[in-house]
């Protein structure tokens, strides 16, 4: 099976930076689709920054130019300029073929920032 584990989450200051990485098990990664999305309570899942199979890369508005996803063993968000509204369940998903296939999903790791 595989399987996504999101790690590097915590606390952080308004200005800071925080790292996260998602750990992928299976023959077919870093083939797909990866992402990174996060959710608050109340509000639906979105996506936050995406990295497709040609290594062309998508960010929210409200992320770019403060985020960078990147590839290469693991999956990770490099977060900088955190923000309060930064603040959510970030969660890393994957897929086999070409963006948006997000067939697989971590559990989620929580990023608050204050």
């Known amino acids: 099976d595989v399987q996504l584990v999101e790690s590097g989450g915590g606390s952080a200051q308004t200005g800071g930076s925080l790292r996260l990485s998602c750990a992928f098990s299976?023959?077919?990664?870093?083939?797909?689709?990866m992402g990174w999305f996060r959710q608050t309570p109340g509000k639906e899942r979105s996506p936050v920054a995406v990295?497709?199979?040609?290594r062309s890369t998508y960010y929210a508005d409200s992320v770019q130019g403060r985020f960078t996803i990147s590839k290469g063993g693991a999956l990770h968000l490099q977060m900088d300029s955190l923000k309060p509204e930064d603040t959510a369940m970030y969660y890393c998903?994957?897929?086999?073929?070409?963006?948006?296939?997000?067939?697989?999903w971590g559990q989620g790791t929580q990023v608050t920032v204050s």
């Open positions: 990295i497709d199979m040609n």
């Open positions: 998903a994957a897929g086999e073929g070409h963006c948006p296939d997000f067939r697989y």
């Open positions: 299976g023959p077919t990664y870093e083939r797909g689709c």
